[in-house]
Each structure stands twice: as C-alpha cells, then as structure tokens.
C-alpha cells in the first residue's frame, strides 16, 4: 500500500520554504495530532510563508498528517523502512529531517492512537466507602454493614472531541454481593494469568 | 387450641414467605371451612393478629415480650405461649427479610465480563493490547440498568485490591 499518492510528496517539498528545522518538527505533531476536520485552521495558522496559497497548506498539512498516520499504522520502526516510503526523486535532505522526527515521535504519536481509539466507557477513577446502616422504617435498630462504590466513567474520548463527559455512578453493594463479585473478579485474574503464562 | 396452632403455622408460612399471597389466602379459606367458620370475620382476625409480629420485628422484640404483648390482649396463657415459641424459632427468618427489604440505592444486582485482546484498529494496524470489559446490572427504583465499562489491566488489578479492602471492611463490622 503506497503511503501517499504523488501529489501529496509534491505538496510535502514545501517544507523546504521552513525557517527552521524546529518549525517543521513543530508542524509534524501538530499535523499528526489533527482530526481532518481541523486542518483548515491549522494551515492558516501554521504554514504562512510555506505555501502559496490556502489551498497548497491545507494539502501539505493533510499530506504530513497522512504520512505520519500510516507509519503509525503500520508500526514501522526502522529509518530504512521508513526512507523506502517517499518517492526516488524526493529532496534528499528533507526525507532525512522527516524521517528522524517521525523516529522521535513514533511511541508517543502510537500510545495517542491508542488512547484514542473506540471503546467502551472507560473507567476513570474509583472510590468507596462502607457504611452501616443502624435503622430503617422495616426495622427500627440494627447494624448491617453495606459498601457504596463510586465509579467515574468517561466516556468514548472520540465522540466527546475536547469536552469528556464523566458521569459518576454509585452503587451500593452488600456482603453477600460483594462475596459474588470478588469470587468473579479472582476468576479473571485466574485467567488472566493463565494467558500471561503460556 | 388444636385449631389455634393450625392458624399460627399458616400465619408464620405466610410470615416467612410474604410473597405467597394466594397460598396464604387459600390456606385461610381451608382453615375457615374445616372449622366452620365464616372466612370474612376470620380474616380481620387474621389483620389483627399479623399486627403483632410485624410490630414486633420492627422494635426487635424478644419472645418474652410478644408472649406478654398477646397476653395483654387477651390471650390465654397457653395460646400466647405456643406463639412465643414459633415467633422464637422463626424470627432468624423473618428478620433476615426485614433487614433485606431496607432500602437500597443503585443496588448491584448482577456483573457480567469478558476479557479480550485488541487485535488492531483503524489506527494501528497490529496492538495487542489487553482489554476488560465488565457490564454491570443495577437496580435503579424498580428498573434494571445496564451499565457497561472497560478497562485496563493495571485498572483491573487495582480494582480488585480495593475491593479485598472493602471486604476485609465489611468483616470487620460485621
């Protein structure tokens, strides 16, 4: 699968116009970190002196988001592999200035797609606290013990954009529920140990 | 007072098992015809007496006292007696479920998971990173919801040691 079509390796030669090495490894995380649908603003934004027009800046944000994205993807490690994606007539120092940034980034850009990959609500922090309840209108003078557990659950980061919603549930658990769940719990671990080890 | 301790083992079935409202009822009814009695004065007798024991369990009262309660009433020594000695017996039960219908909120009826491995995603095209997921069914007033979460493995085991805590805990007061 070709990284990124010609056109696009043609947009990417506009780095060459950057002021500074620092200002295009500046430009890759911002273009890495960008959901398609920013790339407008950040071309504005980012890449002034470096294209012609607004149009040329959005196609070299969305070529370098492209590029990063799909070493990311295919989880390519080595400076050769890397190399072997652009084009045989591509500047040859701006290939080596791209790929050792993109070298210098890949396990943090990968650990983002992780975080932000679809999921179910994530559980985000927990609390509890054990009670004792001494009465009630059933039976006036008692003491059952009774756990509340407060479980703060985000949820799919990509549907929220910037704005997680957290809700915080609280539930109440007794003894006997409690009993259940940690013998449920313990059978995970079980397992789970089990797939570590073979 | 044959009849007498007939009445009182259907009353304390009936105790025991608040649920069976139509054995409970039909069982009246047999008693009523067997003994010829009328079943309509026979059931507001019946309401009468249940007042005692459900009384009785609210204040957490000892069969000494119910025995004396039902003697004030009116009972005869013998009869208040032969309760005393089934409301002795039965109470473990009976204030098993007084205490089991206090109220709780958000109660955790029921956990359900499966754990897993991400195979890949439309991000990264190998991960192999390990997920949980757990759904939790909880009873908010008289529905049931569902609730689903996930979570890593270093959440998981913390999630376990809190919960030995909470355990640990609960003994302790229990």
């Known amino acids: 699968m070709a990284a990124l079509r010609d056109a696009e390796f043609a947009a990417l030669q506009s780095l060459l116009k950057a002021p500074s090495k620092d200002a295009v490894r500046q430009l890759c995380q911002e273009c890495f970190s960008s959901p398609p649908a920013a790339f407008g603003p950040l071309a504005q934004r980012a890449c002034p002196g470096l294209a012609a027009g607004p149009e040329e800046a959005e196609q070299l944000v969305s070529a370098l988001h492209n590029l990063t994205r799909h070493v990311v993807y295919c989880g390519l490690t080595r400076a050769e592999d890397i190399l072997s994606l652009f084009p045989e007539n591509f500047h040859q120092n701006l290939k080596n200035l791209l790929t050792k940034i993109i070298l210098e980034n890949i396990s943090v850009w990968r650990n983002e797609a992780q975080a932000s990959q679809i999921s179910l609500p994530r559980l985000v922090d927990m609390d509890w606290r054990v009670d004792i309840k001494t009465s009630s209108d059933s039976i006036i003078r008692m003491a059952v013990p009774t756990c509340l557990l407060q479980l703060k659950i985000q949820e799919d980061a990509a549907l929220c954009g910037n704005n997680p919603v957290v809700s915080a549930l609280t539930v109440e658990l007794s003894k006997e529920t409690l009993d259940t769940m940690l013998e449920g719990l313990g059978r995970i671990r079980d397992q789970l140990s089990a797939v570590a080890n073979k | ?174």
Do not use: C
């Open chain 2, 1 to 174: 007072s044959q009849q007498f301790s007939a009445l009182t083992e259907v009353l304390f079935r009936f105790l025991t098992e608040p649920k069976e409202v139509e054995r409970f009822l039909a069982q009246l009814s047999d008693f009523a015809t067997m003994n010829k009695i009328s079943l309509g004065p026979l059931k507001n007798i019946v309401k009468s007496i249940l007042l005692v024991p459900n009384g009785a369990l609210k204040r957490n009262l000892s069969s000494e006292q119910v025995k004396a309660d039902f003697i004030a009433l009116g009972l005869s020594e013998e009869k208040a007696s032969y309760f005393a000695e089934q409301w002795k017996v039965n109470s473990p039960t009976l204030t098993r479920l007084a205490v089991g219908q206090t109220l709780m909120i958000n109660q955790l009826i029921d956990m359900e998971w499966k754990f897993g491995v991400t195979a890949g995603s439309s991000e990264l095209e190998k991960v192999g990173s390990i997920f949980l997921q757990l759904k939790l069914v909880i009873k908010k007033g008289s529905q049931l919801e569902n609730v689903y979460v996930e979570l890593t493995l270093p959440q998981f085991y913390s999630f376990l040691h809190e919960m030995e805590r909470v355990k640990t805990s609960l003994e302790s007061f229990s």
